[in-house]
């Protein structure tokens, strides 16, 4: 489920939306990494360039050998192997690279930005086109460097860009809802496994998308506890780091829980509509429902569990408390994972028009869950050294429900049995 302040009305459902799927993984198979190392090896000369390896060989492949070049050439390093080199620039192998061009192929091909890609008298592939978008997401890099980078001026860049992130936002959201039944039990199991915590369906957390603001914007709405505009992204995670639930386009001056009570899914658990499948029951503990995890910026209620504080904390409280950080640092990590593989949402966006930034922070979502939903691998220097959200301090939400607090002792003491 996806929800965005800006577009009131279009929130994602519980159910698949067009039905396209992620390609069937195929089973892997012992891979060796290669012994060369350091910069991509480039044919010097005019020679004609090596033969592409199986998982390259796609619709269009001159793009990619002409971005390479010009990498190269600019004295950057990036992985020798060529299939390693395609996910460290642009996040995703090449079989989900066609994946997602086979998403927005319809409305590339027939949208295409008025005149406006037509490079020395031939139309921008679709290929070339994903490539730029992804690229300029991933990278982070401003529209004129990106452009350079592919022979293409800045405002083909930024059209061909929205383009693809619209096209992303209509036809990819079956990638992002919230679990039918089947699914959630399988989400449960795992997080039993994981952290032993009972009826557990998902981990909260929440980051700051940093951004500058023209003068006349710059109100305090948008001006957060670390002094820096920006706009709030909250997301629910399932045992795999995949986004379940979303909402994006608040300012970043708010709390944690006023954003969590601000959303669809705050409402939905209230009205009794999410979070309601089948009950644990113990005869001599009680009832379990079912829940997420967050952490104290959250306020601690019937249906979201968050640590116990204090200092003096008995065994059972502090065996449930770390638990409890095992299943919602998912949550942490996941965000972590998000603004490491889509720069763009961890540079400081350049004055973003705030109706659409919530378009592009969607969109790196939905890429972030078609890498999980293809068993890709991504690179393992991709995720944040440090926390998503650095430079802010955390807040402490001092709400206490008296269910909530029922319902932790009930699964503290299930841990104990």
Not at 14 to 38: F, I, L, Q, T, Y
Request: hydrophobic share 35%; net charge neutral.
């Amino acid at each position: 489920m996806m929800e965005k302040k800006s577009k009131k009305g279009r929130r994602g459902g519980g159910e698949e939306g067009s039905g396209k799927m992620a390609p069937v993984k195929k089973s892997k198979k012992g891979k060796r990494k290669s012994k060369d190392s350091g910069k991509l090896k480039i044919v010097k000369g005019g020679g004609p360039p090596p033969p592409l390896p199986p998982e390259l060989r796609g619709l269009d492949t001159e793009w990619w050998y002409t971005f390479l070049h010009k990498h190269a050439e600019s004295g950057y390093s990036a992985p020798s192997d060529e299939g390693e080199a395609f996910r460290y620039f642009f996040r995703t192998s090449r079989r989900t690279f066609d994946y997602i061009c086979s998403i927005v192929r319809e409305d590339l091909i027939s949208r295409p930005p008025s005149g406006l890609i037509n490079i020395e008298g031939r139309l921008l592939s679709v290929e070339k086109q994903v490539a730029i978008a992804m690229r300029r997401l991933a990278s982070g890099d401003s529209q004129v460097s990106v452009g350079s980078a592919f022979g293409v001026g800045q405002s083909t860049v930024s059209q061909v860009t929205w383009r693809f992130i619209e096209s992303m936002e209509e036809r990819a959201r079956h990638h992002l809802v919230w679990p039918g039944p089947e699914r959630m039990e399988e989400i449960k199991a795992k997080f039993e496994l994981e952290s032993g915590l009972p009826n557990c369906c998902g981990a909260v957390d929440a980051t700051h998308i940093i951004m500058t603001l023209p003068a006349v914007e710059s109100s305090e709405d948008w001006c957060d506890p670390a002094k820096n505009y920006s706009m709030f992204l909250q997301g629910i995670v399932d045992d795999e780091m995949r986004f379940i639930d979303i909402v994006t386009g608040w300012p970043g001056s708010m709390t944690f829980s006023r954003l969590l009570k601000c959303s669809g899914f705050f409402k939905h658990c209230e009205a009794g509509t999410r979070l309601d499948g089948p009950v644990m029951v113990s005869a001599e503990i009680g009832e379990i429902k079912e829940y997420i995890v967050g952490n104290n910026c959250y306020p601690l209620l019937p249906w979201l569990m968050t640590p116990y504080d204090g200092e003096s904390l008995s065994a059972a409280m502090s065996n449930f408390n770390a638990r409890q950080k095992v299943a919602r640092m998912l949550g942490t990590r996941a965000l972590s994972r998000l603004k490491g593989s889509w720069r763009i949402l961890n540079k400081v966006m350049w004055r973003p028009d705030k109706n659409k930034l919530p378009s592009i922070i969607l969109v790196c979502c939905l890429l972030h869950n078609i890498i999980i939903d293809s068993e890709d691998e991504l690179l393992p220097d991709l995720q944040l050294p440090d926390h998503h959200d650095t430079g802010y301090t955390e807040e402490k939400c001092e709400q206490v429900d008296s269910i909530g607090m029922t319902m932790r002792d009930i699964i503290t003491g299930y841990l104990q049995s």
